[in-house]
């Protein structure tokens, strides 16, 4: 029952992006006899959709990267390391988690502005990191605490480095942490809408959230080439989940039970 209510909304979704005409979903019985990809060519073939693709997966691919190696570094120096003030640092990453984004537009605009970054990839991506790597650093630190002291011990002994044993011993025992991360940075940057709009001045650069807006006018909106574009923005978020899936729920389970 409870996959079928989760599935309703994506169903609703698909059926509106093959309807004929942005009020028919209003008539639902309109629709049945009109059925069509049209939308999706429309979309395709007369939008910015490939730019918005281009925009949306550098700055998600970037935010990922960048956002997860930040993100397990400062994780696992705090699930390892004793230095004065690591457990003040994990809980002042926690607080930035509770104030509204929308405080951080004006200042960070200004502060884009004058480093020369309003309408760049780099302003989205540091913002998204931003975003995303309080809580993922949560994540990996607890997920760090599960794997035993005694690999790193044993990096040491065989002539390790701290970042040596790092990268060659812990971060492969980590996949799962990781790709959990990953997922959350991947769909952070995909998703958000303030910043991107904020931003971002040039047509070609929209990511995915803010090419939507465009089918949205003060007096009116073209639903049905929304909801087409909707479906193919899900498609590669799905390749992506696709990808993490396996290790998906091992890191959710042991990142959030210990930390």
Known sequence: ?????????????????????????????????????????????????????KSTMIVALGTTLIGVFVAATTGYAVSRMRFPGYKQLMWVLLLTQAFPIAILIVPMY??????????????????NCTTAVPYSAWLLKGYFD????EIDEAGRVDGLTPFGTFFRLILPLARPGLAVAAF??????????????????????????VGLQTFVSQHDAQWNYMAATAVLIAIPVSV????????????????????
């Open 184 to 209: 959350y940075n991947f769909i952070t940057a995909v998703s958000e809408v303030a910043f991107a709009t904020t931003f971002m001045l040039d047509d070609s650069k929209y990511t995915f959230a």
């Open 110 to 127: 200004e502060i884009f502005g004058q480093l020369g970054l309003i309408d760049t990839y780099w302003a989205l991506i540091v913002i």
């Open 1 to 53: 029952m409870a996959s079928l209510i989760a599935l309703a909304p994506v169903a609703w979704l698909f059926f509106l992006s093959l309807g004929p005409d942005k009020d028919d979903y209003l008539h639902p019985g309109k629709i049945l006899g009109k059925l069509s990809f049209s939308n999706y060519s429309f979309v395709l073939e007369n939008t910015g959709f490939f730019d918005w693709f």
């Open 146 to 149: 599960t794997i035993p002291f």
């Open 240 to 259: 992506f989940f696709y990808v993490v899936q396996k290790n998906l729920v091992t890191g959710l389970t042991a990142g959030g039970t210990k930390g």
